[in-house]
Nanobody, 130 residues
Framework: QVQLVESGGGLVQAGGSLRLSCVAF????????MGWFRQAPGKAREFVAA????????DYSVSVRGRFTTSLNDAKNTMWLQMNNLAPEDTAVYCC???????????????????????WGQGTQVTVSS
């Protein structure tokens, strides 16, 4: 089972930027489709962005499309989430997640449902002040 560790969260003013990292340990990142999710206090977990295996395809939630960009580097076993033009409503704990890919059919899919993921990081707090 892969272990995922996020970093890069912090406090930023509205309009600012942050770059989150997610490093995989124990198994190659290339085995997985990856995703970013966030959860604000009192709210359900929300899909943010997803990458198919090796990053060939991406998907974003409507709320972050055009502001956030996700990418990965298999050689570095690392995925990133570049967040620009941040707003107070982006305040949340951000988690990366991995779904083990078991067949060619799944290899091009970017998964948006958190129930499809089996490996999760501990999360990193992002706070955006107005």
């Amino acid at each position: 089972q892969v272990q995922l560790v996020e970093s890069g969260g912090g406090l930023v003013q509205a309009g600012g930027s942050l770059r989150l990292s997610c490093v995989a340990f124990g198994r190659p990142l290339s085995y997985y489709a990856m995703g970013w999710f966030r959860q604000a206090p009192g709210k359900a977990r929300e899909f943010v962005a997803a990458l198919s295996q090796s990053g060939g395809n991406t998907d974003y939630s409507v709320s972050v499309r055009g502001r956030f960009t996700t990418s990965l580097n298999d050689a570095k076993n690392t995925m990133w989430l570049q967040m620009n033009n941040l707003a107070p409503e982006d305040t949340a704990v951000y988690c990366c997640a991995g779904k083990l890919i078991t067949g060619t059919f799944q290899s091009r899919m970017a998964f948006t449902n958190p129930a499809q993921y089996t490996s999760w990081g501990q999360g990193t707090q992002v706070t955006v002040s107005s």
